[in-house]
Each structure stands twice: as C-alpha cells, then as structure tokens.
C-alpha cells in the first residue's frame, strides 16, 4: 500500500473545522490540554512559577505572524490600489478623539465607545470609526472639497466573534467623497469602488444591498411610526441580517411600543428586494408617495441605477428596503457589501431580486457605507455643510477568508516520505489526508486518510469534493 | 521696478520660523486672530451658533494631511527598506494590552501610560512602546527566535512639544533581534540599521551614543551609591542631555538623597566620551575594576567596536558614560541616535571624543535602544528568558524636518505675476520673498523682502544665504 507521489504531493486540508476545533471543542487540541494543565498546576502553585497573570491579547484582539502581515499587505495594497485609481489621496487621524467630538454621532452603537481613563486633562475616546474624525478633520481644516482614502484600526466594545471576523481591535479602509457634485455620481462611484476591490480579492461570491435613510424614513412614517421612534425602530430594522422577521416584529412591537398594524406594514415593505423596477414600482405605491422624502429616496435610487448600469454592475447590486444601517449620521443613500456562500453559481444572485435567495446565505458584511450630508456641519461653528458620501471595506472578514486559503500547504521537499507527510499533519491539526497511490490511480479512486482516528476510506473521484465538504464541516 | 522671473520663479522661505510663528506669537498669523474672534463670539453667545465645542484634536496628536502622508510613506518605505535588507519579518499587535502587561516593565515612566476607563471587563492601558508588546508576543506564541520589524503608533501622557516633534501619539519603528548568538554581533546589526536609516534619510549630521547598563551600574556601585537607588539615580542620568551637570548633581543630592560624594564621583564618570580606547582605559581604571559587572559591559563595548569597524560606522559611534536610557527593561548595550545641528563641519564630531563639543548641539534623539535579556522571560511562566536586542526609530522629529525641508514650494503658472505672487506669500505666511529682477540682475544683488512690513532690501548674493538664516532664525 505504498503511495507514489504522482501530483503536487500532499495537500493538507485545513480550512474552517480548524479554527472551529480550536474554539468549539476543548479538549480535543494539544494546545489546550497544555494550557488547562498549565492553569492547574499555577492553581496548585507549582515550583518556580515567578510570575502569576494571564499572557493573552485584550479581548477581542489578535495578534498578526509575519504570515498573516504578509496577507494583509496583499489586501491592502489591492484595496489601495483601487482607491488611487479613482483619485483619493491619503490623510491620517489619531487614534483617540475628543470623547465629545464623537457624542451624537452614533445612536444607540454610542454605548460601543471605548473611553480613555479620566488621568487629568481632556475626556478621550477611542475612534469608532474614521468617518466622524473624518467630517471632524474636515471642518478643522475648511476643506470643502476632497477624495480621501484611509487605512487605520477603529474600536467597538462588541461582543466578538473572532472566527467570524469579529474583533473589537479591526481596520477599516476608507474610501469618501466631500463636495457637491451632480447628484448620484460620486455615490455611484462608491458602489464601483466595493464592486472592484470584492471581485479583485476573488472571494467568492457577493452582493451589495442599497437603500436610502429617506425611504426608510418616509416608510416609517407612512406606516405610522411616530416621529420619535424613527431611529430606535430603525436600528431594529437593521437586525433583520441576524434575526428572522418574527423576532423584529417583537422587538419593535413589546420592547420599542410600536403598534401591531404599524410593524406588519413595515414587514410588508422590508421583504422587497429588486432593481430599478422596483424604485419605479414604489414611486407608484399609493403609500409611498404619501412621503415626499421617501420619493426623493426612490428617485435616486433609480438615478443611481442607471449610473451602475453605465459602470456595468448591477449584477452585484440589489436594492433591499430591509437595509438600515444603525448609525445616526446617514442621510441619503447607504449599502453594504455581503459575501455570500461560496458554490452559489454565478449569476444566480440574479434570480434572487425580489424574493430572499434560499441558497445565497450571507457570511457577513464585509463593506458599507452612504452618505452623510450633516455630518462635517455638526462640526462647523456656523453649521455650513460640506455633502461627503463614502464607503468603508471592513477586512477582518476577508482576512479570516484569505487566511484559510492560504492553509493549504506544500511541503518543499522533493522526495517526502510519506510517513514524514501523515505525522506533519497530525503535528500541524490538519484534519484529513488524500493520497493517490498507484494503486488508487489504476482504481479511479483517492483514498482519505481522517488524521485524528488513522481511519482510511477509497472515494471516487467523482464524489471528492463533496466528500472533503462533508467531512470538514461537520459541526 | 519690475522683476523679470528668469529662475524658476518665486522661491518661499517658510522653514523653521513659520512653526514657531504659529506656536510663540499669538496675535502674528491670521489664524490666530480670527481664532480669538470667534472664541470671543462664542462667549458673547454669537447669533445662530449651534454647537458649542472646541474643534480640535486631543492635546499631543496631529492629523496627517495628504502632503504629509507622502512624506511619511517615503519615510516609511526608507526604513522598511533597510529592516527588510537585514532580514526581518514584521508582525502586528494590538494598540492596547492588558494593564498588567505593561506593569513594573518602565521605571518611573509608568506614570506616563495612558489607561483605558474601566467599563466592565478587562483593564486595559495603551501601549507605551512597541518592545514589550514584542516580548508578550514572543512569550505566548513560544518563539525563541526572529528579527521582526513592527511600526506602529505608541502612546505617552508626556508633556507634548510638537514644534519639536515631542507628541503623545506618535510612531516607533521597532527592529529586534530576538534569539542565541555570539555576543554583540546582533547588537552590531542594530547600531549598522541605525547608521543606515539616518544615513539614508539625509538628515544632516548624527551621533549615535552608547553605553551599557551593566557599567551605569557598576560605576554607581563603586561611586557608592546604594542598591535601592540604583535605577532612581539612574533616571536622574538620563537628564543630562537636557540639564546641565549642576542640575543633575542638586537632584541626585537633594531630592535623591545621594551623597555629595558619591554624586562627585559619578559626575567625572559621566563626563567622558569616547571610542574604543575609552573602554579599554576604564578597564586599567582602578576603581572601575572592582566591579565584575562594569568589567563586562566593557569589554562588551570593546567587542562592539571591533564589529562596528568592520561595518565601517565608528565615525557616528560614540561610547557615552553619561547615556542612560531610563527604561527598567535593559540589561546590557544600551544606545540613541541624535541629530547634531546642520552646519557642523563632516568629520568634527570625531573631534568631539573626549570633550563635550560646542560646536555640535543635539537636537534631540531620534532612535534608541538596547538589549533587554530579561524581559521575554518576565512573561514566561517558568521565567525561561530569550535574549533580545532591539533598536526604535521615532520618527516624528525626522518628519519634522523633512516636512519644513518639503515648505520650499514653486507656483505652478508659467508666468505669474508678481503682486499675486506676492499675495500667496502674505496668505500662506511665508515671511521672506527673495526677487531678482533685471535690476537685480545687473547689480549683482538679490532684493530680499520681508512680507509682515513689506519693507524690501538689497542683499548681495554672497551675503544672501547667511542674512535669510538671520531673519528667519530671529527669535
């Protein structure tokens, strides 16, 4: 049963159940074995152990290996590179503002804020993200009139979710436009900038979903929200990517004292997905047009539709009445860019306009954005508005996606042992084997060997990939 | 009077004089009045000024602009350059660690670290350099062996001098070596980068001082100073390139509670200067010999030189008593780099060996560093230690001067005239405007214009140079 390495030779397969073993199930890897052993014997206060406290990042926060730098430089310079195409320049900002140059600018997202300790001098914050030190700089400086990209780390006290790409400690890659221009133009040109940098990265497939806060607003309204809860209902709206339908409708009616007819009218609406017929449709809604801002909304919408025609792509871009980015300061339109599953045919998002896609599942934003027309005003001694529309690229997703991919490994020997091979997996916790031996070859087969149990079973190679799915993504 | 622009035009002079106008004058630059006019409004209750805050950013930090975030990045890529051409790999760690990460790593700086307000969790504090970070890093991933660059912002609650590119938020450019080797060869490598990058980024002359913890130590042992005391009178060393001796004396004496003896002692200690011959004395010094530790920092020193002549940079190098870096961490070499006043002679800096020289001011360090046996293993819970090494290029004073070198600008219009000329001048705050007119021409004088007063001079073109540098180095 020896094996003759025909092909590039061993491939280890080491994608997502990796990261989940390591997080779902203690016990099962060497590293926390060591580590629970290591925290029993500081509990029974072993020999010599000088130094007693916890050796670990802050929550929610990661180091970066060379390796992984060297993956976040090819993104960034991917993503840099298509921000220089389309004329931005680069500023910088520090890493902690004024805490009350941040007040008011996010909603209920304010409760997120990291705040400096009071040491003496002024209240600091951390930066939430670089859109509002942004307007900030702006103001400070009487620019009216610029593109400006920038790259820097912002902070949430969010409950990470650090497999997903969920870190407290994350980049933001910032792409916006201040000045008045024709109207839908430079907004446009944010949509083409997320549609280049999600198709140059290659991560599979994605959308990005558009609406605008004035028809949000205008629904609002036209459904009976009364004033005041524009806002609060508006950030539940936002949760209808990670809970169904039912659970808004609850939040909005017990938790937030909407009335029932009000919240199933709202659900009517934040069901429609489409294109620019269905902002022709609405601009027809007996409802709708009872708001002038809602129109307003949807006339955009559609200008905006044929700019993305011009740029040639609206296969990528759906406009979703359920979108309701939570934070305050959006005005006009906003978006965002969600992968989605990988093995969803091309083209098929298309059919998806108009009904949720039952095989398009999201894997989470990984861009967003809109326009902010208030913004640099609030900083503005006399209020004088500058209109910025922008977009941010959140990376740690993509980090996480690339940083599987670059899992699967050649080892650089031209002759390896198989032996030395099998044990370099079992040191290294890749989960499964495929080998094709000569016998294999002859058989049209490729054996898979489970790396954990030794265990070996022959699959055509017809039923490989569906086979090495199974295995690897099994809870 | 008309002036014929036959060179290229219109050269502003708007170097060092025009920060300090901005900072040293009030009541000189427009900005600075319309600023106490709208701050007077403010008080009086302007009409319609809706929000009431100070637009600004937090006391110590900057924002980049586009001009300078060029600067910036060629400045980067320099030094990346280099880091890569030596062989390091980079990382990335979080901006803060957790409190007691940071703890009983800085001496008497601690109190310069910037915590995080306690809002339920972990508590947290913004790291103050990038060398224990490193260190953590090393301890938790088990490494006993890189050389790693890192660049990234760090964070001191210091009393800000940004004219002089002292601020709370600013750059270090880390290059360690972490790892067993043959004394000083990796110390060597990190003086060589040193010598390299100021060499590279053209600064104007530079001094890279060295000493060792380990003589710090021994000479304060046999000048009598007391264990306890060793580190507090060690930090009171570190004045000296900012306080005369005399300073430093009364503060070791009278707030120190040292001996007038003891103090007498280290003062002609601290005095000498030198290369390797100075080691080589100091090992023949009598009472230096009585401590084994001094014996072996120098003999180090004296190995050091021995490899730095192989590497061709003695000329910068100077062994320095009086240098005593103040970090808790250093357990061997320890060295800075300084910028010595453009203007002294190349080569005089040799001269300087063995007295303090008039001639060559410091303008403050720019790199620093040293080795830090120690410090991996305070994290390790078995203590088990990893030598490390380890130099930091702060760049904010480079930026500094090469953005004041960068304030030399031309106008692009093929031929502007000179009143517009002349009124970009008085907008933008360039103090002095250089004409050569064709009656300048024919006289073989340049007409020098001071923009405040408008008054105008005729200087001769040998006498030019030195009367700009008088004019614009008036207070």
């Not at 497939?205 to 524009?230: E, Q, S």
Request: hydrophobic share 35%.
């Amino acid at each position: 049963m020896f094996c003759v390495r025909t092909c590039s030779g061993l491939m280890g397969l080491r994608a997502a159940p990796r990261v989940r073993s390591l997080h779902s199930f203690p016990g099962i890897t060497i590293d926390e074995e060591v580590a629970k052993l290591l925290a029993l014997k500081a509990q029974i206060g072993g020999d010599n152990v000088k130094h007693q406290f916890v050796l670990k990042t802050a929550k929610g926060t990661r180091d970066y290996n060379p390796k992984q730098m060297a993956i976040r430089e090819r993104v960034f310079s991917t993503i840099i590179g298509c921000f220089k195409r389309h004329g931005a320049e680069t500023i910088d900002t520090p890493v902690f503002e004024l805490k009350e140059t941040l007040t008011g600018k996010y909603g209920e997202d304010s409760k997120l804020i990291y705040d400096l300790k009071d040491q003496g001098g002024e209240l600091l914050s951390l930066r939430y993200d670089l859109t509002v030190p942004f307007a900030r700089y702006l103001a400070m400086n009487k620019i009216t009139n610029i593109k400006r990209y920038h790259i820097a780390k912002v902070y949430r006290r969010d409950n990470p979710a650090m497999t997903r790409g969920r870190y407290r400690e994350f980049y933001q890659c910032d792409f916006d436009i201040a000045g008045q221009y024709d109207a839908m133009i430079p907004d446009a040109e944010c949509l083409k900038i997320v549609h280049d940098i999600l198709s140059e990265l290659d991560l599979g497939d994605f959308r990005i979903k558009v609406n605008d806060r004035r028809i949000l607003d205008g629904m609002f309204a036209v459904c009976g929200v009364p004033d005041d809860k524009f806002r609060t209902i508006c950030s539940t709206v936002d949760k209808l990517d990670k809970m169904p339908w039912e659970d808004v409708r609850k939040e909005m009616v017990t938790e937030k004292g909407l009335s029932e007819e009000a919240a199933d009218q709202i659900g009517e609406y934040v069901s429609l997905q489409g294109g620019m017929e269905l902002a022709e449709r609405l601009l027809q809604d007996q409802k709708m047009c009872r708001s002038k801002q809602a129109c307003a909304g949807l006339s955009d919408i559609k200008l905006l539709f044929s700019y993305l025609q011009l740029f040639q792509v609206t296969d990528k871009v759906v406009f979703d009445l359920s979108l309701a980015r939570g934070l305050d300061y959006y005005t006009g339109i906003i978006y965002e860019g969600v992968l989605t599953q990988a093995g969803v045919a091309p083209g098929s998002t298309e059919a998806q306009n108009g009904t949720p896609a039952e095989e398009s599942v999201s894997v989470g934003s990984v861009a967003g954005g809109g326009r902010y027309d208030g913004l640099v005003g609030m900083f503005d001694p006399k209020g004088r508005k500058v209109p910025c529309v922008g977009v941010s690229i959140g990376i740690e997703r993509i980090f996480s996606i690339l940083e599987q991919k670059a899992e699967a490994e050649v080892m650089y020997k031209k002759n390896p042992k198989l032996l030395s091979q099998l044990q370099h997996c079992e040191e290294s916790g890749i989960p499964l084997v495929a080998i094709l031996g000569e016998q294999e070859l002859k058989d049209g087969v490729v054996k898979l060997r489970v790396v954990a149990s030794r265990e070996e079973v022959d699959v055509s190679r017809a039923a490989l990939v569906d086979e090495i799915r199974r295995r690897t993504s099994q809870a």
